[in-house]
T-cell receptor
Framework: GQQVMQIPQYQHVQEGEDFTTYCNSS?????IQWYKQRPGGHPVFLIQ?????EVKKQKRLTFQFGEAKKNSSLHITATQTTDVGTYFC????????????FGKGTKLSVIP | DADVTQTPRNRITKTGKRIMLECSQT?????MYWYRQDPGLGLRLIYY???????NKGEISDGYSVSRQAQAKFSLSLESAIPNQTALYFC???????????FGNGTRLTVT
């Protein structure tokens, strides 16, 4: 089935440093969604990207969807301790797919 | 989301026992999902349902069954629990095709 590969699996940063997680697929994605899961919590939807080359921003978070719609990234500028958690990308493999497949996630630790 | 409620929050059971995890929602969404989360493996889809009479297998349905008793309720059963079913289980809902998922707080299941 559809797989989205997410890297890195873990990232430790000093507070104030930037952070990026990448999501890659061998096939074209119809869209890509990003979720954040705080420690002990449940995944919470952040954003959805649909268009080729799309870029969206939420305060210090920048989301990109590749031109070929096979990759995506989430970049956090000047991390804060509130950014701690696991970030997941997720995608449907095509217009006819009803299964949302998640990447394995990137666990972000921020050192104060 | 408080609108998606899972019970119980924690459950310890023994190998061979039958157990049921409950999920109810007040969001009015037709689509409901059961995911399983294991460390380092992300979220994997077990079953999903688009209405009361609709049940679909996900990526890892073996050993599980579901029941959609009403639009608001979707229960997951383990007919004969085994230790490798120890995991964190999430119920989720969505409004329509390719729309974001709204997760419950999860049920932590331990099979000894």
């Amino acid at each position: 089935g559809q797989q989205v590969m997410q890297i890195p699996q873990y990232q430790h940063v000093q507070e104030g440093e930037d952070f990026t997680t990448y999501c890659n697929s061998s096939t074209t994605l119809s869209n890509i969604q990003w979720y954040k899961q705080r420690p002990g919590g449940h995944p919470v939807f952040l954003i959805q990207l649909v268009k080729s080359g799309e870029v969206k921003k939420q305060k210090r978070l920048t989301f990109q969807f590749g031109e070929a719609k096979k990759n995506s990234s989430l970049h956090i500028t000047a991390t804060q301790t509130t950014d701690v958690g696991t970030y997941f990308c997720a995608s449907y493999s095509g217009a006819g797919s009803y299964q949302l497949t998640f990447g394995k996630g990137t666990k972000l630790s921020v050192i104060p | 989301d408080a609108d998606v409620t899972q019970t119980p929050r924690n459950r310890i059971t023994k190998t061979g026992k039958r157990i049921m995890l409950e999920c109810s929602q007040t969001k009015g969404h037709d689509r409901m999902y059961w995911y399983r989360q294991d460390p380092g493996l992300g979220l994997r889809l077990i079953y999903y349902s688009f209405d009361v009479k609709d049940i679909n297998k996900g990526e890892i349905s073996d050993g599980y069954s579901v029941s959609r008793q009403a639009q608001a309720k979707f229960s997951l059963s383990l007919e004969s629990a085994i230790p490798n079913q120890t995991a964190l289980y999430f119920c989720a809902t969505s409004m329509s095709s390719h729309s974001p998922l709204h997760f419950g707080n999860g049920t932590r299941l331990t099979v000894t």
